[in-house]
């Protein structure tokens, strides 16, 4: 069988006798998912048989994670797994502690484990917490460098100095003022003299202050781990004053765990209803200097609670000058269900109302940290922003 013929094998479906053995096995490891109406003959996806179906044997589940993982790109596994949850409803299996530890972990299971926390046996727990630990580091190290650059004090480019920092060389003008340095033999210039920006030096005192206010309803999942990490690396820069509080119907303030982001995990309750109003009442008592403060309001705006309430308490805080705003969704995707009536309510005000991914999110703060205009920022990084009248 030619390559091609193979490939099509694979997708098609067959006899597995006319596979290779490791072909068998990817075959099989397939046709588990997507024949669900089959049933594996044996506890091993690598059988003769192109016959599907998990059962509900959680070794067996991991032997066929194991396969997936083998088969396929993380990236890909990821996909393979949450079609398993979907079609298979195999959510139970993540109370097994050798099922966790062969999944392919990402953003997605830590919400999914810190949504079922409370009914995982104690063996479970364990590994849950270790699962979750790998997750947090993997994205502490992608996006903590990003987020302290770009909120580590604005750059004045009003002033020069000839003894920056690597990240604030300019390097247009270095180049002018060394072009007689120019190294013909390395082709390359030797500077003698740099220049670039000058970073403005901040008090404590004068430090801004941030508060992410995250709505933990079930739907804003994936949200709530992003924020919860990007709080703890914030919380650990001098140079902004940060606070985390999640919300459903009550209101859990978890500023002083965030030197632990694991621990900050398994504070929140993800699932249950909504009430956006008494929570951005909590924050409003919590700020002492309008002028300084930043409201982020992590939040799908779908109000169980007293929206015309929840829209005034916000036009009050903008008209203190707090910086508001609203982010829709905090995840890869950045696509977001909201409730679009509410959101045109909330632009009218003035507030920006979007919702922007991990990677946007540090530029996103700098720009606050700077009150420059977001809406503009949005514009410039393809962000669409909801509009007044979008639902008119």
């Known amino acids: 069988m030619d390559e091609r013929g193979r490939r099509w094998r694979l997708a098609l479906g067959g006899e597995d006798e006319e596979l290779a ?3 068998q096995r990817l075959s099989a490891a397939l046709s588990a998912l997507y024949n669900p109406e089959d049933q594996m003959s044996d506890g091993n996806s690598g059988g003769k048989s192109r016959r599907g179906g998990l059962g509900g044997s959680a070794p067996k589940v991991a032997r066929w994670l194991g396969d997936i993982r083998e088969f396929f790109p993380s990236t890909v596994v990821q996909v393979v797994q949450k079609d398993a949850f979907d079609r298979l409803g195999l959510r139970q299996m993540l109370m097994e502690p050798e099922f966790l530890a062969v999944m392919e972990a990402d953003v997605n299971l830590v919400a999914d484990l810190v949504s079922m926390r409370g009914i995982m046996p104690e063996k479970t727990k364990e590994t849950a917490r ?3 630990a790998k997750v ?17 004090g604005a750059v004045d480019k009003s002033k020069r100095t000839f003894r920056p920092r690597f990240a604030d060389i300019d390097w247009p003008r270095t180049i002018r003022a060394n072009l007689r340095n120019y190294q013909a ?3 390359t210039i030797v500077p003698e003299k740099l220049i670039g920006f000058m970073r403005r030096q901040r008090r404590i005192v004068d430090l801004d202050e941030v508060i992410l206010c995250v709505d933990q309803s079930g739907s804003m999942a994936s949200s709530v781990v992003y924020a919860s990490i990007f709080a703890a690396v914030m919380a ?13 119907t009550a209101i859990l303030d978890l500023t002083d765990e965030l030197a632990d982001p694991v621990e900050v995990l398994f504070g929140v309750q993800l699932g249950g209803g909504t009430d956006i109003n008494q929570a951005v009442a909590y924050c409003a008592d919590k700020i002492e200097k309008p002028s300084k403060s930043h409201l982020i309001l992590i939040t799908d705006l779908y109000e169980g609670g007293n929206a015309k309430e929840l829209v005034a308490r916000i036009a009050r805080l903008q008209g203190q000058g707090v910086n508001v705003i609203v982010l829709l969704a905090l995840t890869d995707t950045g696509n977001p269900s909201y409730d679009p009536r509410l959101s045109a309510t909330v632009a009218g005000l003035g507030v920006p109302v979007f919702a922007a991914t991990p990677d946007q999110f540090p530029d996103l703060m700098a720009c606050a940290l700077r009150r420059e205009d977001i809406h503009q920022w949005a ?10 009248d979008e639902n008119a």
Do not use: Q, W, Y
Request: charged letters at 35%.
């Open 130 to 132: 270790e699962v979750i």
């Open 136 to 152: 947090v580091a993997e994205l502490m190290e992608r996006l903590e460098r990003r987020t302290a650059e770009a909120l580590r």
């Open 185 to 187: 033999e390395h082709k």
């Open 379 to 388: 514009a410039s990084n393809d962000i669409k922003t909801i509009r007044p």
């Open 236 to 248: 650990s820069l001098p140079v902004v004053a940060t606070k985390l509080v999640c919300f459903d």
């Open 21 to 23: 053995g490791r072909d």
